[in-house]
């Protein structure tokens, strides 16, 4: 049975008590150690598939910080981006009612009616790296802000390339929001450079091996090219590989989003100019944050977002750097 929002409150009030008692070196008698069962919030984290390094940091973030707040948490998740796998999972998160439901969304309209009664039934529903169309059904709405991400990259861009010359765009598919915003960001900045030129977005339905073909064929025809901007993981792996297919590494610069272990040797290689690196561990810290606050009563911003950081093969094993790339396990 679900506790009460108030008696929940009250004992993670209690077990946090006793975890500074505990760091003080007095003894207790141990009672609210225990799991979820004793009176601990309880906090589950949907990510949009498993395995992938973004929301593996995503879980990682949160688990150190529900280890900090004493708050029990776990993740469930689908190997598969899919809405009907990832519907199936939330369905079943909401017949064990946690007190709070995290969940990076497949799908922002598909994903609204199970997370409607999730809602409906007590949970508090908390959105990461991207929100719902139906914003009245997430507490808090947790990701970066993906405008800023792109113009940053087309900045960056325009001084590696002296700001002249023309860019292709390679994202996800259209419709996307992420993308979209990512995409309106890059081409916004770019365009206060009059010498530069964005000929087009073309789309690799997440595809690494299309993306690849895309920078190729465009670094091969295109004697105006200079750089290819990524908005996705599987579409910065893919340019790197489709420009160095074309025998155009240094020539038609690559910079993109996010990192994974070959962007980051890329990175190392210097076949990838630049990525805009979000903060996922920061993302979840939030989260449980925000689901204890809400337990606890306290105002929870609808909208936060979380900072990130330009990569770069000349700053990519800095500390500051290294605080942001996404992780494949928690060690």
């Known amino acids: ?22 760091c003080g070196g007095s003894s207790d008698d141990g009672a609210g150690s225990g799991g979820s069962g004793d009176g601990k919030l309880s906090v589950v984290y949907v990510p949009g598939l498993t395995g992938n390094p973004f929301y593996n940091t995503v879980g990682c973030g949160a688990a150190a910080k529900a280890t900090e707040l004493g708050v029990d948490f776990k993740v469930q998740g689908s190997p598969e981006f899919d809405v009907a796998r990832q519907t199936a999972i939330v369905n079943a998160v909401v017949a064990d009612a946690p007190d709070a439901l995290m969940i990076s969304v497949t799908d922002s309209t598909a994903m609204k009616l ?133 025998g155009k590494t240094g020539v038609v610069r690559v910079v993109g989003y996010d990192t994974s272990e070959p962007i980051l040797q890329a990175l190392q290689d210097g076949t990838v100019d630049g990525v805009v690196v979000q903060y996922p561990y920061g993302e979840g810290q939030t989260g449980v944050q925000s689901a204890v606050d809400a337990s606890q009563g306290k105002d929870v911003p609808r909208e936060q977002t979380a900072p990130f950081v ?19 396990d928690c060690a």
């Open 114 to 246: 199970p997370l409607a009664e999730a809602k409906a039934a007590g949970i508090d529903v908390i959105t990461i790296d991207g929100d719902l169309e139906d914003k009245s059904i997430a507490l808090t709405n947790i990701q970066s802000d993906n405008e800023e991400g792109g113009a940053l990259a087309a900045e960056n861009l325009a001084k590696l390339v002296g700001g002249k010359g023309a860019v292709l765009g390679i994202n996800q598919s259209p419709g996307n929001p992420i993308g979209e915003a990512r995409e309106k960001g890059f081409k916004d900045k770019l365009a206060e450079y009059p010498g530069m030129t964005y000929l087009e977005t073309q789309y690799s339905e997440n595809s690494t091996a299309t993306a690849a073909q895309i920078a190729s064929a465009a670094a091969t025809s295109n004697a105006d090219l200079v750089g290819v901007y990524t908005m996705s993981t599987n579409n910065t792996e893919g340019a790197i590989t489709g420009v160095r297919e074309a």
């Open 310 to 328: 330009f990569a770069t093969p000349e700053n990519q094993a800095s500390e500051e750097v290294q605080r942001y790339v996404y992780k494949t």
């Open 1 to 22: 049975m679900k506790t009460p929002r108030a008696t929940r409150a009250a004992a993670l009030a209690a077990a946090s008590l006793l975890a500074l008692t505990a």
